[in-house]
């Protein structure tokens, strides 16, 4: 019966959401709408990248400028998807993208109460040698849809009101968070449907595994680096923890999701911000990660309490297991009284 009970309901991401909406009697459905669009956004991307990446492998996109010229398109095909679903959803006003340096604001005819930052394509240097990549996002909600500023999207992390990420691998997973948790859903492409697959994830409360680009080592602040020979060389006799790195942050959250285990990407002396984007990077994940019993540090404070001044600021983050995120907040707060 063990194999029984780990199986969940059959179950698409639309009827979750829809199940969702029954919890707020009030609610019109906008938000479901909005989420359907998203997940139409998914289901696009998926299937471009996966014919991309064949048409690489077997040339049809001709000689290898040309199909280099290919893979770039990836990134902003992905975003003219994402940026036409959302409008088509008519529940949308502002919108933030990784690949756009403004802001869109949608025209008043098709105008919603959401606000939604994204990243249509992360990682998408990882495209030609077939590591996962994905479409990070966030929603908020609008303060006044007839007047919608950037004050409406330059909004602490813990205002959002989901997040989510679709990973482009193997399998197409969606993992997706409304308030109430975390679920993982994967398509079925012979249905043409998300499946929960992962029902209520929730990170395992300690870690073996770190997750850095050790490259910048000879960058890192005292903290990160004590974490890291920690991790290596533990002076209490217990087994050094595991390294994995995939440089794909959709890739190494979903492992730290589900395995466990710390996500780092800290400030160095070359970048004092780090290089992942506050709106549609850092809160997206620290969103899901809290949600699923984990927690996010920006190595100063709790990531989602960040106020972010532009659309696209960059925060260091470590984000993962409760007691491994308690270890380095611990090495921040000492560093911190020596000062
Ligand atoms: P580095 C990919 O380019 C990305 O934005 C994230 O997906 C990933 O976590 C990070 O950058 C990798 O950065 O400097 O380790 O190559």
Not at 25 to 36: H, K, M, N, Q, T
Not at 42 to 49: E, R, T
Request: charged share 25%; glycine share 10%.
């Amino acid at each position: 019966h063990a194999a029984e009970s780990q199986r969940t309901d059959l179950m698409t991401v639309t009827c979750h959401v829809l199940n969702e909406q029954t919890k707020h009697p009030e609610a019109r459905g906008d938000f479901s709408i909005l989420l359907y669009h998203i997940v139409l956004g998914c289901k696009f991307v998926c299937a471009a990248v996966n014919k991309a990446g064949l048409a690489k492998l077997i040339g049809l996109v001709g000689d290898t400028n040309v199909q280099g010229e290919e893979q770039k398109k990836l990134d902003v095909l992905s975003n003219q998807v994402f940026v036409k679903a959302l409008i088509s959803s008519g529940r949308t006003c502002i919108l933030v993208s990784e690949e756009d340096e403004v802001a869109t604001f949608v025209e008043p005819s098709k105008r919603g109460r959401y606000c939604v930052v994204f990243d249509p394509l992360d990682g998408s240097s990882n495209i030609d040698c077939g590591v996962s990549v994905g479409t990070i996002f966030g929603i908020y909600m609008v303060k006044d849809k007839d007047t919608p500023t950037l004050e409406d999207v330059l909004q602490p992390g813990k205002n959002l009101l989901a997040a989510g990420y679709c990973m482009y691998g193997s399998s197409c997973t969606l993992v997706l968070s409304t308030g109430n948790g975390v679920n993982g859903f994967t398509l079925d492409p012979s249905l043409g449907e998300f499946i929960l697959t992962h029902p209520d994830i929730k990170v395992p409360k300690a870690g073996r595994i770190y997750s850095v680009n050790e490259g910048n080592a000879k960058n890192w602040d005292e903290p990160t680096a004590k974490y890291v020979e920690k991790c290596k060389f533990s002076k209490d006799g217990s087994f050094p923890k595991t390294l994995r790195y995939i440089g794909s942050m959709v890739a190494d959250v979903h492992r730290t999701l589900l395995y466990g285990g710390i996500f780092l990407y800290p400030a160095d002396k070359k970048s004092p911000n780090g290089k992942l984007r506050v709106l549609y990077e850092v809160f997206p994940m620290s969103f899901l990660v809290e949600q699923a019993g984990g927690q996010a540090f920006t190595g100063k404070q709790r990531a989602l309490d960040l106020v972010p001044k532009n659309l696209h600021d960059r925060s260091p983050i470590f984000l993962g297991s409760y007691d491994d995120i308690e270890e380095i907040k611990g090495l921040y707060a000492a560093a911190e009284e020596k000062e």
